[in-house]
């Protein structure tokens, strides 16, 4: 709020909440303004009770029948009516008033027969009501002081008829909208984020309680300040939630006697629609003018991370039909990793989810600007893999915990050995952190985007995804990136009519992925999306002649990549001329297109002269941090071959071939060093002996017949039913069964064991591949391996 009282009193209450730090002196000051609010609660608690009535009696009408005096006033006391200090003489209840001369217990009849807690309670709101006084005089809003006027007359009434605070009438009751701005949060999460790996989705996690959190301690600007060109059902729906934001979640913040409920819980995407743009900017802003003092982990969340994160939710609010604002938004979170977040004790009531969280970061000015001291998370992922990859994984995952280890391959490193490198470049990170000069600035062969990189890093650039829209007015900001967006085509593109260029820039269906340097477009990649049809087509792509040859062009495309995947879009198309074919060749496009003609024919637009080219995204990969990651690789491999030829590095005589007495061809064995480089002599396979078909064809019968007759082999002895299981056929490719293995063995099929074995081998993998670890089929399934493996070395038809 715009008043300094207000604002302390509301500050003072996110002081309590401030990590053990250095103070400063404002922060000093609403602490001690928010003890000083509790303190005053203490004292009047602790009141005789005569005291206590004689305070309650101010705010009391005279009981005396026709009589309109509505609150007592002490003969003898100063002209200022507060809460009287206790150090005051006590007032006796025949003492008259000096209003209407009738007595004190005249005002407090009513109170005779009332319990203490219930004394406490009036004053509490006694202290409330003084508070909000001090609120009307000092508030300058117009729009405020009319709502602080009127809970100030609100909690009036309450002492008055000893009744509950309850703000009624046309404001509604909280919830005001469905879903909640924290359940549209919850949703974007599992959403977007649901298949990544434990770590990775953590950070997920921790990015949007961070942002729920900010929102929750957001101070939002009066009406009238805030200076936007709205519409006016815009500019309605904002003042009445600005009011419903004063009385549930702003006041009550240092007034408890009325209820409380946090930002998130009550407000909608109406609300978050109005107020997203302003709190990100001035939120990156802070984070940017505070990057010194943040630790490194802290920057890299919070510049680096935060911002993506706040994009790709940016597309979800703003979007006309985003899943995520659905009632019956559903996800499967079975199999989602399950973070543990405390739960702060002064909590609000309210519906769980991201919401029910603690935090040290702590709201600092009247803008809600806040200062970042939390121990979160980085991630090293933020692209979701497709839902097939996902089930592989946890396939592979649930056979690996089964207890079946991955084959350790021969000269592999060791895990130690590994952990050992890292550790090493970790340490030579940090010191180059430290030095200065053209290697650590500009490595000699430095990646195309490290440059660009670095800069985004440090907040030097940042891209945003905008577009015009239909459904709402977009931004003034948005509209201003759009213009010089299409003036950037325009140059840039010359041969392109700009009217053509200004249709398509301000598309709805169109979108644009800005680079904004100095809060100027100097770069950009104009595409249109066909979700239904898989893939995006690019139509412009264009950097300023200025700030060319810095990477700029590489990182505006990762970016894109990278925002693709989280939708899902794995395929893009273009139409290239002559002079951009070695920009799209480079990115990973080319004239090989994999997606099927049929899938885009009719979709994106022709060009005369041009070339059609392709790119396949790999959902596995990171595109933003690739070439670091491959860097990082190839210093890790560079590192262990130099370890390996240390610890092998052994000069040996030379082979006595010239030797008098030498017989030739020489044996391998006798070349020194051989043996110890690891080489072993070929293993000569011993010739198995003659089969005897008979012999084989009644123990594999006697077996197949055994394990049909066990308890666990129900599952299998006939194929799978469609009607069962309708995608069963379609995620096994070559199923099995006892059924099916015993006509086999009756048509002489088994000629050998191993073809008897790998047929029992399908039925226990197909069974494993489509069922859960904890289903009933899976546990079948061990138990038939074992019992049939058993009997085969019993009929030593196989190894020990």
């Known amino acids: 709020m715009s008043t300094s009282t207000e604002t302390s009193l509301d500050d003072a209450n996110n002081a309590q909440k401030t990590p053990k730090t250095v103070p400063s002196t404002s922060e000093l000051n609403k602490t001690n303004n928010f003890q000083r609010i509790a303190h005053k609660k203490m004292v009047v608690r602790s009141y005789p009770r005569n005291k206590k009535l004689e305070t309650l009696a101010v705010y009391s009408s005279c009981k005396f029948e026709c009589c309109k005096c509505n609150g007592w006033k002490n003969p003898n006391a100063p002209p200022q009516p507060p809460v009287a200090d206790a150090s005051q003489p006590l007032a006796n209840l025949t003492d008259p008033c000096k209003s209407c001369r009738h007595p004190l217990e005249a005002h ?11 004394l406490n309670r009036l004053l509490r709101i006694v202290v409330d009501v003084e508070n909000l006084f001090v609120c009307v005089h000092r508030e300058e809003d117009a729009e405020a002081k009319q709502v602080y006027f009127y ?23 909280p919830p005001f909208e469905k879903p909640s701005i924290a359940k549209g949060v919850t949703n974007f999460v599992l959403y977007k984020f649901g298949t990544l790996a434990q770590k990775e989705w953590q950070t997920m996690y921790d990015l949007a309680k961070m942002f729920l959190h900010c929102l929750n301690h957001w101070k939002l600007w009066p009406p009238a300040s805030r200076g936007q060109q709205l519409d006016e059902k815009d500019e309605n729906d904002y003042k009445l939630n600005y009011t419903r934001w004063l009385c549930f979640c702003h006041v009550p913040a240092f007034c408890d006697s009325l209820p409380r409920y946090e930002t998130t819980l009550i407000f909608g995407q109406t609300l978050l ?11 990156l802003d802070k984070f940017r003018a505070e990057k010194d003092k943040m630790p490194p982990d802290k920057k890299t969340l919070v510049l680096t991370h935060f ?44 519906v769980s989810g991201l919401s029910r969280f603690t935090s040290s970061t702590v709201g600092t000015d009247a803008c809600g600007v806040l200062n970042i001291s939390s121990g979160l998370l980085t991630s090293g992922r933020q692209s979701s893999r497709s839902q097939e990859a996902a089930e592989k994984r946890k396939a592979d995952e649930a056979g690996l915990s089964d207890g079946a280890k991955r084959p350790r391959i021969d000269g592999d490193v060791s895990k130690e050995m590994l952990q050992e490198i890292l550790a090493e470049m970790n340490s030579d990170g940090e010191k180059e952190d430290t030095m200065v000069g053209p290697e650590t600035i500009c490595p000699t062969h430095a990646a195309r985007d490290e440059q660009a990189r670095q800069e985004e890093k440090d907040g030097k650039i940042d891209f945003h995804i905008i577009n015009n829209s239909l459904s709402h007015r977009p931004s003034n900001q948005v509209f201003l990136w759009l213009i010089e967006m299409q003036n950037l085509f325009s140059h840039q593109l010359p041969r392109m009519p700009k009217e053509y260029i200004t249709r ?28 239904t049809q898989c893939f995006t087509e690019i139509v412009f792509c264009a950097v300023t002649s200025s700030e060319q040859v810095k990477g700029y062009g590489t990182t505006l495309m990762n970016h894109l990549k990278d925002y693709h ?20 060749k480079k990115q990973g496009f080319s004239k090989d297109i994999k997606l099927p003609r049929a899938q ?27 070439s670091r990651v491959i860097r990082k690789q190839k210093e890790i491999i560079k590192r262990i071959a130099a370890k390996k030829s240390i610890e092998t590095e052994k000069v040996f005589s030379g082979v006595g071939l010239f030797k008098e007495g030498v017989k030739l061809p020489l044996p391998f064995e006798s070349i020194p060093g051989l043996v110890e480089s690891g080489w072993k002599p070929p293993v000569k396979k011993e010739k198995e002996p003659q089969v005897d078909t008979d012999q084989l064809f009644n123990s594999l019968r006697t077996i197949l017949q055994q394990v049909k007759s066990h308890a666990s082999s129900w599952p ?18 070559f199923p099995m069964d006892l059924r099916t293995m015993t006509e086999r063995l009756k048509a002489r099929y088994y000629i050998h064991k191993h073809l008897f074995i790998a047929d029992m081998n399908r039925i226990v993998t197909n069974c494993r591949s489509y069922n859960e670890p904890d289903t009933e089929y899976y546990k079948c399934a061990n138990t038939i391996e074992k019992y049939y493996t058993t009997k085969m070395k019993e009929a030593s038809l196989m190894d020990k």
């Open 600 to 626: 885009y024919l009719g979709y994106i637009k022709d060009y005369e002269g041009a070339t059609l080219m392709g790119c396949e995204l790999c959902p596995r990969i990171n595109y933003t941090d690739f």
């Open 307 to 350: 911002p993506r994160f706040l994009t790709m939710l940016e597309q979800e609010v703003y979007g006309t039909s985003s899943p995520i604002w659905d009632q019956d938004f559903a996800q499967n979170t079975a199999n989602l990793p399950t973070p543990s977040p405390a739960v702060s004790p002064g909590a609000a009531a309210g």
């Open 151 to 173: 809970l100030f007359k609100l909690l009036r009434k309450c002492i008055l008829n000893t009744s509950q605070p309850s703000i009624e009438g046309s404001l509604g009751t």
């Open 273 to 283: 629609r109005s107020v997203f743009q302003t709190m990100r900017r001035q939120l």
């Open 716 to 733: 299998f002895l006939k194929p799978v039913d469609k009607s069962e299981a309708p995608d069963y056929y379609d995620h096994i490719k």
């Open 504 to 531: 398509l820039v301000f598309d709805p269906k169109h979108k644009c992925l800005v680079l904004i340097k100095q809060n100027h477009v100097i770069g950009g990649i104009c595409f249109r999306m066909f979700p």
């Open 565 to 584: 995947l989280l939708h899902n879009i794995t395929h893009f198309l273009t139409f290239a001329d002559e002079f951009a074919t070695g920009y799209f």
């Open 108 to 118: 407090v009849s009513h109170l005779e027969n009332t319990d203490e807690e219930e």
